[in-house]
């Protein structure tokens, strides 16, 4: 069997947030942030949701796939700020589509949750299990932010990006579709990018605690990024007998602009085979990926034939890297 990515989407919130904007309502100014991220503007939601994105996203990749909600027979959703603690994003993504044949459920891999997701639907597709799956990255990360903390809240936006994928009979010797995965957790750093959850504050326990926002120390993050994306790009590429001269794009996850380039020189490789979306979105963890897709294929840079190289990584600590033709 082959994966193939047949169609993308996706949506992001009307109300734009430019640096100069933050500058207005704390201490910070566009040269703070895009001297050290890249970053420009973000979208932030206000009447949208996450699940309001991630169908929105779903509908266009829908649209571009040219089939139906009912032919989905798997919906995963990267999410760590899902609606609802249950039902999950996936099932009600499922009821605002009429998917009615899909099993939904959700990932927690944080931002690296739409690689996870791709890895998890490939494995089913292979197996034959299931023919077509819609799998997303859709996020509300303003809700889980410390809006006194100008660290953090100033490099996350809100968004959803979504992807079909599909199982084809594979003819002898045929390759294409998703070629290699690789994909890591090292839970004993974890810490060092968290948000917790409610607490227990059942008849038992007094507990003074409030369900927490988003900490992080950045430069800790940054190391590990610089380290393991490279790491595990390098080994896709052997698994699937590539170079980085087959590479058409290394479409990142959108955290930094410094990671970015860290990445592309411990490769050896032209910054430009680095497409961007965070000057416009921010980081928005699980939905960068497909975001960026999603704009990639719009714009009609990828052609049959081409390899990308995907990767997200991120809080848990985890990370997730895959090598596709197009
Ligand atoms: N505006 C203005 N000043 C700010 C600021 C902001 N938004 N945020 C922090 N500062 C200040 C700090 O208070 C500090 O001031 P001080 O020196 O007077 O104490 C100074 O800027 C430097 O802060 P520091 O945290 O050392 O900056 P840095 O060079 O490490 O850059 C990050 C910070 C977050 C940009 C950088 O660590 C990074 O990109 N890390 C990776 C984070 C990431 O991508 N996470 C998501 C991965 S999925």
Redesign the pocket.
């Known amino acids: 069997m082959i994966t193939r990515i047949i169609g993308t989407g996706s949506s992001l919130p009307s109300n734009l947030v430019t640096n100069d904007d933050?500058?207005k309502i704390?201490?910070?100014?566009d040269e703070?942030?895009s001297s050290?991220?890249g970053i420009k503007e973000r979208r932030l939601a206000k009447e949208e949701t996450t699940a309001s994105m991630a169908a929105e996203a779903s509908r266009k990749a829908l649209e571009n796939a040219g089939i139906s909600a009912e032919e989905i027979d798997l919906i995963i959703v990267g999410t760590i700020t899902g609606d609802y603690v249950t039902p999950s994003t996936s099932c009600e993504i499922q009821a605002k589509l009429g998917a009615v044949n899909a099993v939904a459920f959700d990932v927690n891999a944080?931002?690296s949750g739409f690689m996870f997701a791709l890895h998890t639907a490939h494995i089913y597709l292979q197996s034959g299990i299931y023919k077509t799956a819609l799998i997303i990255g859709a996020e509300t990360l303003s809700k889980i932010m410390d809006w006194n903390?100008?660290?953090?809240?100033?490099?996350?936006g809100d968004g959803a990006g979504a992807a079909i994928v599909r199982a084809y009979a594979q003819a002898r010797n045929e390759k294409g579709g998703l070629l290699a995965f690789e994909q890591g957790s090292d839970g004993a750093k974890g810490k060092v990018?968290a948000c917790r959850d409610r607490v227990n504050n059942n008849p038992l326990i007094q507990n003074p605690l409030e369900p927490g926002y988003v900490s992080?120390?950045?430069?800790?993050?940054?190391k590990?990024?610089v380290g393991t994306v490279p790491a595990s790009i390098i080994k896709v590429l052997e698994m699937s007998e590539l170079k980085t001269e087959d590479i058409k794009y290394f479409v990142l996850?959108q955290?930094?602009i410094?990671?970015i380039q860290s990445v592309a020189k411990r490769l050896k490789v032209s910054e430009e085979k680095f497409p961007l979306s965070l000057d416009h979105c921010g980081?928005i963890?699980a939905a960068s990926v497909p975001i960026l897709l999603d704009e990639m294929n719009r714009k009609g840079m990828l052609k049959a034939g081409d390899k990308i190289v995907m990767s997200g990584?991120?809080?848990g600590l985890t990370w997730g890297t895959a090598v596709i033709e197009w």
């Open positions: 933050l500058s704390m201490d910070t100014s703070w942030i050290r991220t944080a931002c903390d100008r660290s953090t809240c100033v490099l996350f990018l992080m120390d950045g430069q800790e993050v940054y590990f990024a996850h955290a930094n410094r990671i980081n963890s990584f991120g809080a």
